[in-house]
């Protein structure tokens, strides 16, 4: 057993940093926090003088020398957690401390970073003997406060050696109590968790806003009563214990009070809900502070993962960030805005139906991150355990889902290097049971113009991941026509199905 760890220094002290560092401090380390913004620095020791369990366990510093400095002597090496943008402002930090750094020191790094830019990163400090442990951590900035998701990545032994600590500061799957961490693998195999994780929170959240709009704007629903469904999604059935519909519904029933929160926001006398104070327009991949979903989208392709569940997902972002350019397309397209959805239809069935098929794209979207990371883990040598990965989103997590987890985690735990889980009889099954209710929400939603990009990109994967007679032969003939690109034949065995290898068969369709 390694002895514990008494210290840490935190780079960083933005949302996520303030929050881990008064976790740490209440966990019993003395913590160090350092920033290059004063003002985040300042904050965070308020907060720490405000509460009576941290009392004298936290210390800020504007001087990073200073910041080192104070670590040294308090443990048998120095322990720092990075939370920090990523790419060049975690360069220029780690050029600032490695004067300062020693044999045996080690860094997390728990920012939202490229995994090749941590494998560059580890290489450079393992020239020192310094390790460089690149650390998804998933929850928001709440559960960096009460225990997130961890997936560290990188040198076996210095994982070992913070293991203890990062099984008390993680959450704990509240079915089993094991604490949600495990060593993913080396290398950069921690952040590309990570980054996959994030690109199927980008699918369901896409998923879960096209369905409240479908329910507001195609069924007229007031917000209160769409979280009163949401409440009764999460309680039971496929949907229980799924963050992002808690807290989904936590949305929906939060109000505007004379006062508003704590800061002031939402202060109104007109009892609306807080809601519709929110803009159409996310700009975290815009103004590039979000880099994850794109580069998922851009390993999905390099690593030929069908993944349009995310991408869909993540090109409504891109679009809804630049509303000048939207404002100024609406007018000249004049689309359609959304319709109440019309007929004789029970309003109990399209709820129903919306639950199936908010339930099937979430499990295909667990399904295409998963195939991600199993091709990777393969390519690169990682041998990651998509069962561990699993078990670290059971809780203090964006995609906690409780049900898609039982579902998913023994069979893939058994089968380490499944680039589909469409082959197990469990995934196959669900998917299959819920196709039809997705489908009929996608004809509807279409007739009366609702957005619904993911939900219908959800339907359309299912019908080509499991169809035969697809339009690609028209394709392929094309291809033959223009670049004599050689195809295989329908019937022959060794061609059909055949390897992913071009075909013997060219047609000269038309001589050059």
């Known amino acids: 057993m390694p002895p514990p760890i008494k210290s840490i220094g935190v780079v960083g002290a933005g949302n996520m940093g303030s929050m881990m560092t008064l976790r740490f401090a209440e966990l019993g380390l003395e913590v160090s926090v350092w920033d290059v913004q004063k003002e985040n620095v300042d904050e965070v020791m308020n907060y720490a003088r405000d509460d009576k369990n941290i009392t004298g366990r936290v210390q800020g510093f504007y001087d990073i020398n200073k910041f080192v400095k104070s670590l040294e002597g308090k443990s048998d090496r120095k322990l720092f957690m990075f939370s920090i943008t990523h790419g060049e402002p975690a360069d220029q930090v780690l050029r600032m401390l490695k004067p300062d750094l020693k044999e045996g020191d080690i860094i997390l790094d728990g920012g939202n970073e490229n995994y090749r830019h941590t494998e560059r990163r580890q290489e450079e400090c393992a020239a020192i003997g310094v390790a460089w442990i690149g650390m998804g951590v998933s929850g928001g900035y709440q559960s960096a406060r009460r225990g997130p998701s961890l997936s560290p990545g990188g040198d076996a032994e210095a994982i070992e050696r913070v293991m203890p600590f990062l099984e008390s500061y993680a959450a704990h799957d509240p079915k089993s109590g094991v604490p949600c961490v495990k060593r993913i693998g080396p290398g950069g195999s921690g952040h590309y968790i990570k980054m996959v994780h994030n690109g199927i929170e980008g699918g369901m959240l896409s998923v879960l806003a096209e369905t409240w709009q479908y329910m507001h704007e195609g069924l007229a629903m007031e917000h209160g009563k769409i979280g009163d469904i949401f409440v009764k999604w999460n309680e039971s059935g496929e949907l229980r214990g799924n963050y992002l519909i808690n807290i989904g519904a936590d949305i929906l029933h939060t109000k505007r009070t004379p006062k508003g929160d704590c800061k002031g926001e939402g202060a109104s006398r ?54 000048i350019e939207r404002a100024r397309v609406a007018k000249k397209l004049e689309m359609p805005m959304p319709k109440p959805i019309e007929g004789t239809r029970d309003h109990a069935v399209i709820i129903e139906n919306l639950r199936q098929a908010v339930y099937c794209s979430f499990l295909a979207s667990f399904c295409q991150g998963l195939e991600l990371i199993s091709r990777t883990s393969i390519e690169e040598g990682w041998n990651v355990n998509l ?71 959800t339907l359309e994967y299912l019908k080509y991941e499991g169809g035969l007679g697809l339009p690609t032969q028209f394709m392929e003939a094309q291809m ?26 060219h047609y000269e369709w038309l001589p050059a």
């Open 270 to 323: 007109d009892d609306g809900y807080v809601l519709d104070d929110v803009l159409d327009k996310v700009v975290q991949d815009d103004d590039n502070t979000e880099g994850t979903p794109h580069w998922c989208l851009m390993e999905s392709a390099a690593r030929h993962v069908s993944c349009p569940t995310l991408a869909a997902a993540h090109y409504l972002r891109v679009s809804s960030g630049n509303r």
């Open 387 to 457: 069962g561990d990965c699993l078990q670290i989103w059971r809780a203090g997590c964006i995609i906690k889902s409780e049900h898609i987890a039982d579902v998913l985690q023994p069979p893939l735990a058994a089968h380490n290097e499944l680039t589909n889980t469409k082959f197990v009889d469990a995934v196959a099954h669900e998917l299959r049971q819920n196709f039809h209710s997705l489908k009929q929400v996608v004809i509807e939603g279409t007739m009366f113009d609702q957005y619904i990009p993911a939900l219908s990109a």
């Open 480 to 505: 033959d026509y223009f670049g004599a690109h050689n195809y295989n034949k329908p019937g022959i065995p060794g061609e059909d199905p055949g390897p992913v290898h071009k075909g013997p068969h």
